[in-house]
């Protein structure tokens, strides 16, 4: 069964800035690609940022030249480095992984980022 948890959300003063780790088990499948969502209360879920095997990154308009999202797919795992961070950035961050032949999306439980202005 596929696993995909989520680290290193806290609490950070605006302009800070924060690592968020995470890592898919579970699956002897070669990861596709693996990205960021965000979701504060009340909005819907939005992409961060992405990267495929291939290197590929995608980012949201709000958080360009801020975030960076790296891979390490051979441990399974993708980190975002969140720099100047803003109160706006405050929500829960979730993982999501895919597979090469495992089709559908893997979600983790989430981390919570709170940046105090």
């Known amino acids: 069964q596929v696993q995909v948890a989520e680290s290193g959300g806290g609490l950070v003063q605006a302009g800070g800035s924060l690592r968020l780790s995470c890592t898919a088990s579970g699956s002897t499948d070669r990861i596709s690609a693996m990205g960021w969502y965000r979701q504060a209360p009340g909005k819907q879920r939005d992409l961060v940022a992405s990267?495929?095997?291939?290197?590929?990154?995608n980012y949201a308009d709000s958080v360009k030249g801020r975030f960076t999202i790296s891979r390490d797919f051979g441990k399974n795992t993708v980190y975002l480095q969140m720099s100047n961070l803003k109160p706006e950035d405050t929500a829960i961050y979730y993982c999501i992984t895919n597979f090469v032949r495992r089709a559908g999306n893997y979600w983790g439980q989430g981390t919570q980022v709170f940046v105090s202005s």
């Open positions: 990267i495929t095997n291939g290197g590929t990154t």
